[in-house]
């Protein structure tokens, strides 16, 4: 027993080591990104974007000014599209705002970093002294945001070293993006070439926003047990729909989900739950299948997001149900609203 705590406890101290080393680099990546002036370099609306070496996820970048100086990094395409878009509403600018995920480094004075970043710097005896300090603010999905957690270190490490190659060879290039021309630099590794490069191209070659999709595994004993439910007769046409209440929970800085399940006709309500953004999938899976446990299979399950799409598309088709997408909810959205949720 002696020994395996001696083991754990050695990892430990490892991970903690490459945590320090990470946040070292990172930190040191910063300042060098800081000292090319990339605000001089690239407008907020230049589009640059950096593939990962495997190809599964493109990275893009962003610099702003506007009382202070920031970058701000999106993981996803979907999540710079987002942020390109003009909201219609203030209704939809909310909803957009909860739905996102990216991260910002902020540069300001010592005295506005978060206490917590404070002091992790002093542990990690790092000192700016009177110039700007960068930290890095993560805003995930669901939630109101909080400074980068420090196992994300290597994460923007990545990230952040890749945009500063990419500023570099700016600096070599004759001309920047035209963005107004539908251009953007881009980053990539060839695997013909074994090396990474960064090229002016067109915006145009961006690919759509990709969302998960989740597989229905046939062999289950859920699905199985889904099979064999009958189909509804009362409820033939259901809506599913969810939306997140504007006021953040007490106990965690979340947004709630809430998930609904109507009769499109009646406008009645068959299910609905609410969770943390984190239990989102299941929470979603779990609100539709009990409503289909207590009144049946639906001939047709309307819904009217692409995240909902992704959930069940694969669902409904195996188990022989239609899945239309409309433009509006009335009952789910008269119940949301009603629950002073968007």
Not at 33 to 54: E, G, K, R, V
Request: glycine share 4%; hydrophobic share 40%.
């Amino acid at each position: 027993m002696a020994k395996k705590k001696s083991s754990r406890k050695k990892a430990r101290n490892q991970r903690e080591i490459d945590n320090r080393r990470d946040w070292h680099a990172l930190l040191q990546c910063i300042t060098v990104i800081a000292q090319m002036d990339p605000w001089d370099m690239l407008a907020p609306d230049d589009t640059c974007a950096c593939l990962t070496a495997d190809g599964s996820q493109m990275i893009f970048f962003s610099c702003v000014e506007d009382d202070e100086q920031g970058l701000i990094v999106f993981p996803s395409v979907r999540e710079y599209r987002r942020a390109s878009v003009e909201p219609g509403s203030k209704a939809e600018e909310l909803r957009n705002f909860i739905e996102s995920e990216n991260y910002t480094v902020f540069f300001t004075f010592q005295d506005d970093v978060p206490p917590e970043t404070r002091k992790f710097y002093e542990r990690l005896s790092v000192d700016f002294g009177e110039g700007l300090w960068p930290w890095i603010f993560h805003k995930r999905r669901g939630d109101l945001g909080a400074p980068l957690a420090e196992e994300d270190a290597r994460f923007m490490l990545d990230c952040l070293g890749n945009f500063c190659m990419m500023l570099k060879a700016l600096q070599k290039f004759d001309r920047k993006p035209d963005a107004a021309a539908g251009e953007m630099l881009v980053r990539y590794y060839s695997k013909e070439d074994d090396l990474w490069m960064n090229r002016i191209a067109p915006a145009s070659l961006l690919p759509e926003p990709e969302f998960p999709r989740y597989v229905a595994k046939e062999n289950s004993p859920a699905f199985r047990y889904l099979k064999e439910l009958p189909a509804s007769a009362d409820h033939p046409k259901m809506e599913f729909d969810f939306g997140w209440v504007t006021a953040p929970a007490q106990d965690a800085p979340d947004f709630r989900l809430l998930a609904v399940v109507t009769d499109r006709e009646t406008g009645e309500v068959l299910n609905y739950y609410d969770c943390r953004p984190d239990d989102a999938p299941e929470c979603i899976f779990l609100t539709v299948l009990e409503a289909w446990e207590e009144y049946g299979l639906p001939r047709t399950l309307y819904i009217c997001r692409d995240d909902s799409e992704s959930f069940f598309i694969d669902l409904v088709q195996h188990l022989g149900l239609k899945l239309k997408r409309v433009k509006r909810l009335p009952a789910a959205a008269r119940f949301l609203r009603e629950m002073d949720a968007i």
